[in-house]
């Protein structure tokens, strides 16, 4: 399979998490570190300059609540007379497309953003935004990261401590309840699930939840050990989405089509437990990671989840490494 970022960063958005996969498909196999930090980086660079012309699609949900998509993770809009808040912060490359949206919404400013975790997909627009007059609220380990350097072993890659204007200011570490447009915002720690700083939050009023990216809607997630994550607790966030969701639930994954529901998400819980059981299975007969991904044991869902640039051995990969 071909390299075709290009494609697949139009076609969903980018997502950091994919470098280690694109790496190993472009060669068809693992580079070497050296490899990989050199792609890495050109990729940086290829997703900076393509978060600058991406298009961003305004999708209008329940009552004063919206979904940008196209730079980054999904970003959720609350308007009102208290003015914007958003859930995460998408690509600073989008700044002039992102104000262009939220100018469509309405002419409040921007006074609230929500990190749902550090990853720089969601927390890139932080400072921007801090700018513009928004206070930055997250989980306190999200702050702790982004106020470090950080290394993602899975990608070979170190980002560097975010500037001042980018960090946190109103951190919690359990529960935390926002007021604000007339709107109450319940926001939760999941505990360790896609890094170790991942929150839900959810509009309580107009029922809609935004779930960070403890949720992939239709494509195998990045589960990111490096800093906190592992399949055991992505499922644990995912079983913590089913748990806190109805039928009625409108669901904003991070990545993925950007209004789901809780349907899609069962579908997206139960492939991550099926996965998990067969590669455990693998791994208690003592096979080699190797060995695993040759064994493919992600086979009955590649069709529907293997589409993105999480592959299929990827994947198996991410879900050896906590089998
Ligand atoms: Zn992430």
Redesign the pocket.
Known sequence: MALAPQHSLTRRGF?L?CVGSATFAATGGWLTPGQVFAEARALVGLIRSEAATAQIKVHKLRDNVSVLEGSG?NVAVLTGPDGKLLVDAGITASRPRIAEALASLSADPIRRLINT?W?F??ADGNAWLHDEGATIIAHENTRRRLAMAQRVDDWDFNFPASPTAAIPTEVFASEQTVKVNGSTLALKYYGPA??DGDISVAFTDADILHT??TYWNGIYP?I?YSTGGSIKGAIRAADANLAATTDKTIIVP?HGQPVSNRSELKDFRDMLVAILESVATLKEQGRSLDETIAAKPTSAYDAKWGQFLIDPAFFTQLVYEGA
């Open positions: 997502c998490c993770g975790h990853h997909d969601h896609h890094t960070g990216d990045f990111d991070g």
